[in-house]
């Protein structure tokens, strides 16, 4: 009796020792997980309000913000590293954001291929090849062409800015400037832009009569366009930076649609008194020389410019702020 009450006495003594201990490890367990859980929130919210001054993220994981397109809402980084920018190439030098791929007509633009030296070749301009996309590893890609939207962004998250959403110098410097955290480099970029024009702008009033009509050209042999203010062959330098109009009877419809097909039998209507023409293969005698062109009242009094596709058809802010200068000097030598 007394041996099995000696053993009962033994056995409750292990129970409750037992059960103690038990109690302890749960304890230390839930104490563990509340301060990891603490942690990881710190770790959450500091990440979300400075994403480049976290120390306790990792070197490993990266860190995105969300930004919405017309594609949706899509995650890019914060900093990105390796970008391919397909379009926009303009405001991400002005900005010091040097790319590691473009296509190849972008790495010719004459107003900053030199910043662009070891810069890969992504392929056709619009059609980019994916394969030497691939290859470079971006982590973001840029692009203002929706045809290849879906292809490129199985590759990397892919920024897609349709052609002629952002307008001017302003609106892409201001869009960039934001996404890249640069927004105080934006700003001093922008006001000595504007410096700039406002000079250009000063000089030309100057010159020539402020109620001088201007007109857009290129021409290609058998077929002539006539462009608004946004599509690049010295719209923006002549309507925007320096307030030109074009002939009233045309200026609807080429601000509007931004450009117009014209056959040669049209040109008189659309001709301003000042003609800036967009041509590989005719110069300014050549204008002069022709039946049709050469009846012109531009042509005859020698108010028009002609450069190549090479210099005219880029419209990025560095772009449009050399082409307004190189322009202002030829109006400001058309003085009388």
């Known amino acids: 009796m007394f041996v099995r009450e000696k053993q009962q006495g033994k056995s409750r003594l292990a129970f409750i020792m037992f059960s103690l201990f038990l109690v302890v490890v749960i304890l230390s367990g839930c104490g563990a997980t509340g301060a990891n859980n603490k942690e990881k929130n710190t770790s959450s919210t500091v990440t979300e309000?400075?994403?480049?001054?976290?120390?306790s993220v990792t070197e490993t994981e990266e860190q995105f913000k969300t930004i919405k397109?017309?594609?949706?809402?899509?995650?890019v980084p914060v900093?990105?590293?390796?970008?391919?920018?397909?379009?926009?190439?303009g405001s991400l030098i002005a900005l010091d954001v040097i790319p590691i791929g473009?296509?190849?007509?972008?790495?010719?633009?004459?107003?900053?291929?030199?910043?662009?030296?070891g810069v890969a070749d992504t392929g056709v301009y619009g059609k980019p090849s994916i394969e030497n996309i691939v290859g470079l590893s971006p982590d973001l890609i840029i692009t203002g062409n929706?045809?290849?939207?879906?292809q490129?962004?199985?590759?990397?998250?892919?920024?897609?800015?349709?052609?002629?959403?952002?307008?001017n110098a302003h609106e892409e410097l201001t869009y960039f400037g934001a996404l890249f955290n640069k927004e105080a480099e934006a700003k001093a970029w922008l006001e000595k832009f504007d410096q700039r024009i406002t000079e250009a702008k000063a000089k030309v009033d100057a010159a020539i009569p402020k109620d001088a009509t201007f007109t857009i050209f290129e021409d290609a042999g058998k077929q002539t366009w006539a462009y608004g203010d946004n599509f690049g062959r010295g719209g923006q330098p002549i309507y925007q930076a320096l307030d030109r109009k074009p002939p009233t009877e045309i200026a609807a419809e080429i601000m509007e649609k931004q450009w117009a097909e014209i056959s040669t039998e049209m040109l008189?209507?659309?001709?301003?008194?000042?003609?800036?023409?967009?041509?590989?293969?005719?110069?300014?005698?050549?204008?002069?020389?022709?039946?049709?062109?050469?009846?012109l009242p531009a042509v005859k009094n020698g108010q028009i410019y002609v450069w190549?596709?090479?210099?005219s058809w880029y419209y990025d802010p560095l772009a449009v702020l050399a082409q307004t200068e190189e322009l202002t000097e030829w109006l400001v030598s058309k003085k009388k």
Not at 157 to 163: A, D, M, S
């Open 152 to 167: 490129l962004s199985k590759i990397a998250p892919t920024l897609f800015i349709p052609y002629g959403d952002l307008k």
């Open 268 to 295: 008189q209507k659309y001709a301003g008194d000042y003609i800036v023409v967009t041509s590989n293969t005719r110069k300014v005698e050549d204008f002069q020389a022709d039946p049709i062109w050469g009846s």
């Open 308 to 311: 190549p596709e090479e210099r």
């Open 69 to 75: 397109t017309v594609k949706g809402d899509i995650k």
């Open 49 to 55: 309000q400075k994403p480049t001054e976290t120390a």
């Open 102 to 117: 473009a296509p190849a007509l972008t790495l010719e633009n004459y107003y900053f291929k030199e910043a662009l030296t």
């Open 79 to 89: 900093n990105p590293k390796r970008i391919v920018a397909e379009e926009y190439l």
């Open 146 to 150: 929706g045809d290849s939207y879906e």
